[in-house]
């Protein structure tokens, strides 16, 4: 599926440059990551919407990424989820050296969920009686 693939490549960068914008680095700093996934997402409702907001960016990828598969199968969900995981803490690892991005374990947690999310919805169309 050529059409999917387009889709899934312009749709990671389109992450890539909105997890890493403004485009400069500095020496790390690693006492601005935030280790503990989830624990901080219910403290304001600025934080749980930064949640959300992750997630939601993701389902696009995994739809796209199991789309371009074809068929269903639970192993293209699975293979999803950790093309979300493995992109989501390359752009958190690439925020540790920006002085205005603040890295966390919940957005990585989030991030992977909404791939998941994502290959989940487009696994159910391709398995749909009815999909054209």
Known sequence: MPGWKIVLVA???IIIVLCTFPWWVESPRWARVRWIPLVDM???YRLLRD????CFLYVPLGFAYAR???TYH?????EAAIVGFLL????EFYQIFSPVRF???TDVVMNTIGAFA???IAGKSLASPGRT
Do not use: D, E, T, Y
Request: positive net charge; glycine residues 10%; hydrophobic residues 55%.
């Open 51 to 54: 949640a959300l907001a992750n």
């Open 42 to 44: 219910f403290r304001s």
């Open 68 to 70: 371009m598969q074809g």
């Open 11 to 13: 749709w990671i960068l």
């Open 74 to 78: 639970l192993k293209f969900v699975g």
């Open 118 to 120: 994502g290959a989940l």
């Open 88 to 91: 989501s803490v390359a752009c």
């Open 103 to 105: 890295p966390s374990m």
